[in-house]
């Protein structure tokens, strides 16, 4: 039974009826802040200070991080976002009054004190909830349409795929930071705080600043900031910029003075080009490298992120199909749903063993974009980007090790989105065509080439009032059979232990997003 269950036993399908939301970016300060009444969405801004802070999403070309840093009349200012959505997910062979629903729903709140030119204080709390999931007396450990920790990036928490999940809403410290400089030269940010390198809209090799990788599919970046010291030089003659990190935690280890793990960067600019370098050193391990750079061609923007990772620190899995499944380990006084789910952990490490590879592996991500007029006001941007993963797997059968709970944790394991060695996307955006100065749409693609899976969304938004925006969007999953975004289970429930589940072919939701 086993020998047939777990290979076929990945949830991925989680992934793709979850995971089809508006892609937004992290929400800025600008984005919570007012606009002015019929103003449009942003089409563009600049990016925050001279650092590469900046966040890429499918229907903007770059959005800056933090706001400037001059002192306003009133140096207090508390605001924030409330962001409610409805989505729904079908299932391949599934009726359509058996389709999935939910209601994720975020809010954020920010204080930002900033008393003079010279000083800044930032904290951004966030809480999540969705009222459609169970509560704590009816909720047992399953395997279904899941979502992430914070309840609206569309894209299931590998780590929540057989754990109990309730409506119990989650709250998160995002940011909390202070911000200063010294004889107006050097820059210190000291505190919780979201620091990004690199250049690529969709995969982000080089950010390795944060300790989890960015779905690009989620409705922004939800992820939570790296606490940390940053120190900005910045080289007025030149517009060049140095950058040095001093980073806390993160990585499980006992919370000590060599625990800690340092970072730096430069950035360099010539003419239209932009070049950043930056490494990431641990003790006891490899140093990490990143490196983007990004251009003017003709009337193409082009760019290119890498980075260089020893894979010696990374577990990695293998199948052996003909593997043997021992006895029974689980306690027999255990509730039925601990015994199973303790069998499946004992048969994925059993079916797919732990290994590593030696030396650096690269991942490298290109793309371009360019904007045509069409009209006299109008235009659109068309892009296309590649992604070759060096740590990821050519075989989609090792999915399920990967992606399954285990009796050992996996060092650094695989995550959606970087599970293959080759992916690619393409996106065409429409910002405020024609008369419609107010709406924006935008189709794109993703695919894993190595695997033959791909997700389609249509995104459409639209500025209804001042503050307020309403957001629909409507996704398509298809693709060779049990890959990355096509897996599905076709076991049946066990003792309302849900095991079985039919890939997803589309989701669809809407959404109202009021920010102040």
């Known amino acids: 039974m086993w020998g047939t269950l777990v290979p076929r036993a990945l949830c991925s399908a989680v992934l793709c009826c979850t995971a089809l939301a508006t892609a937004q970016d992290r929400p800025s300060e600008s984005d919570m802040f007012a606009k002015p009444e019929g103003s449009a969405p942003d089409a563009s801004a600049a990016s925050s200070g001279n650092e590469t802070e900046r966040m890429h999403t499918l229907s903007v070309p770059a959005t800056a991080l933090f706001g400037n840093d001059t002192a306003t009349a009133d140096p207090i200012t508390i605001g ?45 709390g ?37 754990g109990v999940r309730t409506n119990a809403p989650q709250v998160i410290l995002d940011q909390l930071w202070l911000r200063f400089d010294l004889w107006r030269t050097l820059y210190v940010t000291a505190g919780r705080q979201h620091v990004r390198w690199g250049t690529a809209r969709f995969w982000t090799p080089g950010d390795l600043l944060h300790l989890q990788r ?26 060049w910029n140095l950058y040095a990190y001093a980073i806390a935690g993160g990585y499980n280890d006992t919370p000590t003075l060599y625990s800690v793990s340092g970072a730096a960067r430069a950035e360099f600019v010539a003419g239209s080009n932009e070049l950043g370098i930056g490494a990431v050193l641990r003790r006891g391990v490899k140093p990490k490298f990143a490196a983007d750079l990004s251009m003017a061609v003709g009337p193409f923007d082009v760019y290119a992120e890498a980075s260089l990772v020893d894979a010696d620190e990374i577990d990695r899995v293998t199948y052996v ?5 021992g006895d029974e380990v689980a306690a027999q006084d255990a509730s039925m749903a601990d015994r199973i789910l303790s069998r499946i952990k004992q048969a994925i490490d059993t079916f797919y063993p732990v290994y590593r590879n030696k030396g650096y592996k690269p991942q490298v991500v290109g793309g371009l974009s360019f904007t045509q007029s069409y009209g006299e006001n109008d235009s659109f941007t068309f892009g296309l980007e590649y992604f070759y993963n060096g740590l990821g797997y050519s075989d989609p059968n ?15 394991p695989a995550s ?29 693609t993703l695919c894993n080439i190595t ?10 938004t639209v500025q209804i009032l ?20 096509t897996f599905g289970i076709e076991t049946p429930s066990i003792d309302e232990v849900r095991l079985g589940r039919q890939p997803a072919i589309f989701n669809a939701g809407l959404a109202l997003r009021i920010g102040v």
């Open 214 to 239: 960015r779905n690009p599919l989620d409705v922004f970046d939800a992820r939570r900031g790296t606490d940390m010291l940053k120190l900005h030089l910045p080289i007025t003659s030149t517009a």
């Open 416 to 444: 959606f989105f970087y599970l293959g060695q080759h992916y690619g996307a393409a996106f065409l955006a429409f910002p405020a065509p024609f008369s419609l100065d107010l709406h924006t749409f935008t189709l794109s």
């Open 126 to 162: 966030r809480v999540s909830y969705d009222p459609m999931l169970p509560d704590s007396a009816t909720a047992v450990p399953s395997v279904g349409t899941s979502a992430s920790d914070d309840g609206t990036s569309g894209s299931a928490s590998l780590a929540s795929l057989f």
């Open 321 to 325: 199909p003909k593997a043997v499944l």
């Open 451 to 460: 695997d033959r899976t791909c997700i389609s969304r249509l995104d459409y």
């Open 466 to 485: 001042t503050h307020l925006r309403f957001e629909l969007f409507v996704a398509g999953v298809y693709g060779r059979r049990n890959g990355e975004f």
């Open 398 to 412: 090792v999915y399920p090790g990967l992606l399954f709970p285990r009796l050992g944790r996996l060092q650094d």
């Open 80 to 124: 924030g976002q409330l962001y409610l959505r409805a989505q729904t997910t079908g299932l391949l062979n599934q009726q359509a009054e058996d389709y999935a629903f939910s209601m994720p729903a975020l809010l954020d709140l920010y204080f930002d004190a900033r008393p003079n030119d010279r000083v800044r204080g930032f904290a951004l």
